[in-house]
């Protein structure tokens, strides 16, 4: 097992694990952290993940992880990998289960003291206009026809069929959309899941947030994105529901055949994989980007319907009620970019698992507004702490693959946090301290409780002081709907 003893510090908040750790490394791996999260950290089997990723056919660069990171399957949540293209391979349990898992943060000019007698009727609109649960369907039901737009356009797709603007697709990660969409090689299981999922929250960690802009740390990237200090958001975060899921599922068990099929030795059969110019590699490939493009659309749709929950509560109460989009950012998601890797410039997978991509100032993929300031990060915090707004940085892509961290990161499993966490009780000390919370269960509730969580303002201020992000903007939670 690799020890904390095993890891070297390169700087207040830089550790690395040489390659020399273990005979099968093919490169080392680099970890952002304090010192203080690093006991955190250590408690889980993350770092062996990393150690284990590092192995990789194809591997360049360093296995990059995050400090909210904590044990996933096969991968830790909160890294990040890079294979070189064509002979690299790639992992599904390396991009995650929830592909395109995101966050979508929408902001107003509506002050807290104009709306804050309203929570509860917002918090309640808002419940009602945006299904959640695990299984839960909304009111679009699409046919197969309509499935397979949306897996090929993404956020476009949404837009076309009413739901937004072009102004929120272009302050989309991607535009909301992923070339190379394949959507014949999505199972029928998976389209039967994705079908009556469009639109809906889901469980878990999902949620809608309204907050409120706590603190402004950087006044000109604030005005660029339209937060001002005192006034409310809406912060969304959901991915590619049972459609995404099921995605996964299919190619994580057909996988362990094409590890067998082309002599890929792994430390973990749960990292299995293929070579991306392989016909599985091509297979996953294409029906991940299906995944990811259902994502941004289900993000598009449900920011339409908190848009008119909120408009509906709040109009003739307070001046301009319209929500406008500061940015939509995946976490769970693999794709084709070019970096300088060991002083060359090459074509990579980045493998982004729980973590978010972070491009600095520059970058021609951003809003031309974006341009000067770098691309938003979006960190949402446990429920009832702060989230954060970010913007990625020149170090980042020297240093990170142009990757940020993605939340707080878990210290406590979802089954642990429902033994020693009463749901109920939660819920009150939430709504003594002023957050209204609509929730679909006491238990669901236990399992996302602030206590299960690290700090995420200790999270920010590691990222921020590795120079991989910089802080814009602190947002403060005033209503929770989980599903």
């Not at 690093?38 to 296995?63: C, F, K, M, R």
């Not at 395109?100 to 002050?111: E, I, W």
């Not at 769970?332 to 074509?347: Q, S």
């Not at 990170?400 to 499993?413: D, F, K, P, Y």
């Given at each position: ?21 273990r005979?099968?490394m ?62 690299g ?58 499935l ?10 949404a ?90 599922t ?81 976490h ?104 209204k919370v ?41 209503a929770?709907?989980?599903?």
């Amino acid at each position: 097992m690799v020890q904390l003893s095993d890891l070297r510090r390169l700087g207040p908040y830089e550790w690395e694990i040489p390659a020399s750790v273990r005979s099968d490394m093919r490169v080392p791996v680099r970890l952002f952290a304090s010192s203080e999260l690093l006991q955190a950290i250590g408690g889980d089997a993350s770092l062996e993940q990393a150690v284990n990723a590092a192995t990789l056919p194809g591997v360049v660069g360093e296995v990059l992880v995050m400090p909210d990171v904590h044990q996933g399957y096969g991968f830790p949540i909160g890294g990040v990998a890079a294979t070189e293209l064509p002979s690299g391979v790639i992992s599904p349990g390396a991009i995650g289960y929830d592909i395109n898992c995101g966050v979508r943060l929408l902001a107003s000019r509506v002050k807290l003291a104009e709306a804050e007698g309203l929570m509860d009727e917002l918090a309640s609109a808002l419940d009602a206009a945006c299904p959640s649960g695990v299984g839960q369907g909304g009111r679009l039901r699409l046919d197969e026809r309509e499935l397979e737009r949306a897996c090929r356009e993404g956020g476009e797709w949404a837009r076309k069929d009413g739901f937004g603007t072009e102004f929120d697709v272009a302050r989309t990660e991607e535009g909301g959309f992923l070339d190379g969409a394949d959507f014949s090689k999505v199972s029928r299981r998976a389209r039967d899941r994705g079908k009556p999922q469009m639109g809906t929250l889901g469980a878990g960690n999902h949620f809608i947030e309204v907050e409120v802009v706590d603190e402004v740390l950087d006044p000109e990237a604030a005005r660029v994105m339209g937060l001002q200090e005192g006034c409310l958001t809406v912060m969304i975060h959901c991915g590619s529901r049972g459609f995404g899921h099921q995605i996964c599922t299919d190619y994580v068990k057909s996988f362990q055949k094409a590890v067998q099929r082309y002599g890929i030795r792994l430390p973990d059969r749960e990292l299995v994989c293929a070579p991306l110019d392989s016909p599985e590699g091509h297979a996953y490939e294409g029906a991940m980007r299906c995944a990811a493009n259902y994502a941004f659309a289900n993000r598009q749709v449900l920011a339409h319907l908190a848009r008119e929950a909120f408009a509906k509560t709040l109009r003739g109460r307070a001046p301009n009620v319209h929500l406008h989009q500061v940015y939509d950012i995946a976490h769970n998601m693999g794709k084709t970019e070019e970096h300088t890797i060991d002083g060359k410039r090459r074509r990579v997978c980045v493998h982004r698992k729980g973590a978010t991509r972070a491009f600095g100032p520059g970058f021609e993929g951003l809003p031309p507004e974006y341009r000067p300031i770098g691309q938003p990060v979006l960190v949402p915090g446990s429920m009832g702490t702060a989230s954060w707004v970010l913007v990625g940085t020149e170090k980042s892509m020297e240093r990170s693959l142009g990757s940020c961290c993605h939340g707080a990161g878990r210290t406590m499993s979802r089954r642990k946090a429902k033994r020693s966490i009463n749901g109920g009780e939660l819920r009150r000390e939430l709504e003594d301290r002023g957050i209204k919370v609509r929730a679909g269960s006491m238990p669901g509730l236990a399992e996302e409780a602030p206590a299960a969580y690290k700090d995420v303002d200790a999270v920010v201020d590691a990222v921020a002081g590795a120079g991989i992000a910089r802080k814009v903007a602190r947002l403060r939670p005033v209503a929770v709907v989980k599903g």
